[in-house]
Each structure stands twice: as C-alpha cells, then as structure tokens.
C-alpha cells in the first residue's frame, strides 16, 4: 500500500479536523485538545518516528488500560485510517491501538460520569470497520497477526475473524 498523499486529506485527518477534541477528556478532568494533533502525527509518522508517536497517543486515550472519553472517537479515527493507503508500520500502529483501546476499561470518574458504557461504544466502531481489518489480515502478512488480536475482541469466532483465520 503506498501512503497517502501530503497534500491531499484522508478520511482519517478529515474526521480529526472535524471532531471537537477539547470536549473529550483524556484524564481525570484534562481536556483532549491535543489527541486530534497525536492522532495526525501518527497518521503521518515516518518509520523511525512511529514508535514515539504511537507511545504518546496510547499515553493520552489509554493510559493504564483506563479509557477517558477522547478514546471513542479515537478509535472512530483510528478505523477511518484503514480506508486510505497507509504504511505498513503505519497500520500496525493502528491495529496495535485499536487492540489496546479494546483491551481496556472505562476510567472510575467516567462510569460517575455516566459514561460506563464507553468500551461498547468503541467496540461498535470498531465493530463498523470490521472488513477493513479483515483486510489488513489478508493483504499484509505483517499486519495479520495485529488484525486477529482485534478480530478476536470484537468478533470471537464469527464470520470475518473465521475469514481472516483461513488463509494461513
């Protein structure tokens, strides 16, 4: 897959620009402002700078495997990502948050908040992306292994997992 183009917007970056980050919360009370930045650094990391990039994003949506609000939409971008070409060590960094993300559980002051329900609400849109990673798993043997491990939080033992499990 080859990258997307510097001076044309894909979905992922269109969605970054339009979502409200300073209304998500990435810790206990601190706004989000910056995650929608991270997020494009990562996007358009180069593969020396990935790493980092991915370390600083999983410090801000998932820190200890607590979800603060800023992870739902993370997560929408993150799967948005898929649709355009992408680096490979681009889409495992992507995989590996989404894996992370899943993995995790909503912060105590966000079950106060009300918001309990937060992990469901990133699984569904994961969920909603789910033949993009079945993709992922199929066209790139690098990603494969980084595509089940999502496959087998959201989809365990259905159709696109089973799919993506046959062809190795």
């Known amino acids: 897959m080859t990258e997307v183009n510097a001076g044309s917007a894909g ?15 990435k810790l206990e009370g601190v ?26 994003l999983e410090d801000k949506i998932v820190p200890q495997a607590d979800l603060y609000s800023a992870a739902e939409p993370a997560v929408g971008v993150l799967a948005a990502s898929l649709v355009d070409p992408r680096p490979r060590w681009v889409r495992i960094a992507v995989l590996e948050l989404m894996y992370l993300i899943l993995s995790g559980a909503p912060a105590s002051d966000e079950v106060e908040r009300g918001n309990g329900a937060l992990l469901e609400r990133c699984a569904a849109r994961v969920r909603e ?40």
């Not at 706004?31 to 600083?56: C, N």
């Not at 292994?145 to 993506?164: F, H, M, Q, R, Y």
């Open 11 to 25: 979905l992922a970056e269109r969605l970054i620009e339009a979502t409200d980050w300073g209304s998500y919360r």
């Open 129 to 168: 992306s789910l033949w993009l990673i079945v993709r992922e798993a199929l066209d790139d043997e690098a990603c494969y292994e980084a595509a089940l491990d999502v496959l087998d939080i959201v989809d365990p033992g259905g159709t696109a997992n089973e799919l993506a499990r046959s062809v190795r």
């Open 31 to 56: 706004s989000a402002a910056d995650v929608g930045q991270a997020l494009m650094s990562l996007l358009k990391s180069d593969r020396e700078r990935i790493d980092t990039a991915e370390d600083s």
